[in-house]
């Protein structure tokens, strides 16, 4: 027996495929019977996985197992019943405004109103993960009954992000950038080709900055649905209502919706977060919930001709970029280089061999140049005949400030960067 689900996806959204890619569909569908079982795991579904993986059957199917490993793991399916920690309420800036022309869920974020100091000061990061786990299923339940109705089409979802008023000073912040940094790999491996359009808006100059450390981490796919404009409603207004009915869009980004009360931001439907008070702080989450966080060593293999590249985010004037590493059997090369917001890249240490094999090497330097990427350089592309192995411990300390204690505890470092090799 046909199920609903499947019947209105096949009437309305036949699928358009190549002979190829049809069987690699099939020898799907057949591999995962054991594990699709659910009305909703149809070929649209699975054809998320097979595009996610160029069209690689065996692929798709290594990347699905594990995702309901994944699943099981995090418990996804019984979140439902999870009491939700008050904090997530108030503060966890998100909504549903309403449709876009296909009738596919358009969600909005107000990204300046996430507090992400205080949610970490008030739950755990696996609190946060949960929560944004829960958010993503409920927009994804949404979009199969909208698909039920509208077809395929609405099976996606649109993300409306504003960047007003963003502030990348609190990213600056060692768990804040881990927690933003999990959320996105978790988002990739798990969730892929749910995006139907991602438009972010009111983007400042720094902006640039934080999305070159994030987008290393963000797949094709889901790069190729992100527009970005700046705080230009002229450029960006015009694009939401081509694709979203003014009915159904805040009048505060350009449509006709408002709260019964003439809210423009239509805050009924759209949480928009804000700063969380002192009094929700957990006195004791720091001892408890970010052990984790102290400063360790972490090991790598540099291969020969190769390089080891760590990007660290320095939001502001006064922060500190400390380092100390020491190798196995042999000396590397080690340099830094900057990136300021215009894209210039200035050297601050120029690359050189260093016998960190004899003695560890210790250093810092004050990052005067903000907002910048400076990039740690592990250069061992001088050796074609030998890998090196080496034990190194890099932080970025955020600058000790005062009044508002956002950065009094000085032990949690930034690390709001990426590695690559």
Known sequence: QVNTFSATMASKGALSLSDDQ????????????DICTKPHHNDHFL?????????????????LRENFKWREQWEV?????????????????????GYDKDGAPVIVIP?????????LHCVTKNDLIKMTILTLENFLELARKQAEIHGPLASQIVVLI??????LRQYAWR?????VLTMIQMYEANYPEILKACYIFNVPKVFALAFSVVKPFLNEYTLSKIQIYKADPN??????????????????FGGDMVDPDGDPRCSSKICQGGKIPKSLYLKNIKNEKFSEEKENYTTAIVKKGDKLCMHYLAAEEGCFLKWCFHSEGHDIKFGIVCKDEDGKEIVIVPAHRVACHQSEEVGVINCSITPATYTIVFDNTYSLLRSKKIHYSVALSPPILGKDGLFEDTEDTVIFGDVEK
């Open 235 to 252: 450029k960006w207004q015009p694009i939401l209502l081509s694709q979203i009915p003014a009915n159904n869009l805040p009048m505060h």
């Open 22 to 33: 049809r069987f690699e569909l099939i020898k799907l569908r057949r591999n995962v019977a």
């Open 162 to 167: 504003d960047m007003a008023d963003f502030n």
């Open 175 to 179: 768990p804040a950038g881990e927690a």
């Open 47 to 63: 054809m998320r996985w097979l595009r996610a993986r160029n069209f690689n059957a065996k692929a798709a199917e290594k990347m």
């Open 111 to 119: 990204f300046a109103g996430i507090d992400i100091w205080g949610i």
């Open 77 to 97: 399916d019984k979140l439902n019943k999870w009491q939700i920690p008050e904090v997530f309420k108030t503060y966890y800036p998100s909504g549903i405004c």
